[in-house]
């Protein structure tokens, strides 16, 4: 008897720099993909195709969907923006 079925497995893509809605931490998340897999006798054979991709905060746990990094990405360039020029208060 042959036993097969499928079985969803995470993969990690990579860490990556991450600002936390939840806990407003300028820190790091793991992006993770979940991944549907053939299994024969239990064992993942080769994967099939791909469920869904996550971000989880590495301070709080909090998941995301894969979006939040493009929000980060966003408030990143903004935060580069050269601050207007304030002159030096005079005494
Ligand atoms: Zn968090």
């Not at 301070?59 to 360039?77: I, M, N, S, W």
């Amino acid at each position: 008897m042959i036993i097969f079925g499928t079985r969803v497995r995470r993969e990690t893509i990579g860490v990556k720099p991450f600002y936390c809605p939840t806990c407003h931490t300028d820190g790091a998340c793991t992006h993770e993909e979940a991944k549907r897999w053939f299994t024969l006798f239990f064992i993942p054979i080769f994967p099939m195709d791909k469920v869904g991709e996550m971000v989880t905060c590495h301070a709080c746990g909090t998941q995301y969907h894969p979006d939040v990094l493009a929000k980060f990405a966003e408030k990143r360039k903004n935060d580069d923006k050269p601050k207007r020029h304030e002159p030096p208060l005079e005494d």
